[in-house]
């Protein structure tokens, strides 16, 4: 299926500053090695700074299935179709607040509802916590009677790896699958197996092996032996019959291969997959959304996939 590699011969002076955030956490990660989880927290809060707020969209703070989400709704929008958004922080960090205004402009240019999911975080909970979380909202749409096909799964990072993991779970318990999968910069290889991991080591302001191990270590706990089960690492999958797969990367990124190799292991299993890597482009750089011409021109992409899919 479709693959696009977006090169852009200058970087413009907004997408910029993404790479600069990123190294001010990395600096800032380098000099406190002994920094608590409510330290990392903190810090990838910091994560909603490169998104300018969407005009026109409201948002609603909620319990959905028993879990804390915000809701956010675009002025107009089509409160029937929902984007159960899962934020990247590497199953640990990050929250709804930090990937709110960015569930906002995805909602507000697919013209849909988006709810973000405060999922329980490790290392309190390992897991598979995250996934149940998602299972029980995406278990409380249906029953409110909002349709299978009207629902995508969408999230960045290591919410990425749970937007598509999360539909491998609903298929396990036998529920109709949704529309519509999208994954930002998915992190999906617990093995840390990827080619760019070292390719791209030079030019990724923020992923490094060690704080990916480390992650690693605070999702599975003491049982490493999760690193090949698919639904923790979804590289190791059966994606025969998956929705719809739209899948985007930076090429500067460390995790470009996991993109890739999704994509490839998507395509030879029949799935409509689309994936797209913008050249200079950091780790989920679809947040710098309302600020950097890459990042609107993405959205616009995305909103095109969508689109086409309702027809």
């Given at each position: ?135 029980a909202v995406y278990k409380a749409l249906l029953a409110s ?55 791209n080591a030079a030019t990724d302001a923020l992923i490094t ?103």
């Amino acid at each position: 299926m479709k693959s696009m590699e977006q090169t852009t011969k200058i970087i413009s002076k907004e997408a910029e500053y993404l790479r600069a955030l990123y190294q001010d956490w990395s600096d800032r990660m380098e000099a406190n090695p002994n920094m608590t989880i409510a330290d990392f927290r903190s810090l990838f809060d910091e994560w909603e700074k490169p998104t300018f707020e969407p005009e026109d969209v409201t948002y609603k703070t909620d319990k959905v299935g028993g879990v804390d989400v915000i809701w956010a709704y675009p002025i107009g929008c089509d409160k029937s179709k929902v984007l159960i958004y899962t934020h990247g922080g590497g199953f640990a960090v990050g929250s709804s607040t930090s990937h709110r205004k960015l569930a906002g402009h995805m909602a507000k240019a697919l013209g849909v509802s988006s709810v973000v999911l405060d999922y329980r975080r490790s290392p309190e909970n390992p897991f598979p916590a995250q996934l149940e979380d998602a299972a029980a909202v995406y278990k409380a749409l249906l029953a409110s009677g909002i349709k299978a096909k009207d629902i995508g799964t969408i999230g960045d990072s290591a919410g990425g790896n749970l937007a598509i993991a999360s539909v491998l779970k609903f298929r396990e318990l036998g529920l109709e699958l949704p529309g519509a999968v999208i994954a930002f910069s998915p992190w999906l290889d617990m093995e840390l197996t990827g080619s760019t991991l070292e390719s791209n080591a030079a030019t990724d302001a923020l992923i490094t092996v060690p704080l990916l191990q480390g992650m690693i270590g605070m999702f599975f706990g003491d049982d490493s032996t999760k690193a090949r089960n698919p639904f923790a690492n979804p590289l190791h999958a059966d994606f025969n019959g998956f929705p719809p797969l739209y899948i985007n990367a930076g090429g500067v990124e460390m995790l470009l291969d996991d993109a890739r190799r999704l994509h490839a292991r998507a395509t030879e299993a029949g799935v409509q997959a689309t994936l797209s890597v913008v050249d200079g482009m950091q780790h989920v750089f679809p947040c710098l959304a309302g600020r950097a011409p890459e990042a609107d021109e993405e959205v616009s992409r995305i909103a095109a996939w969508y689109q086409a899919l309702q027809k």
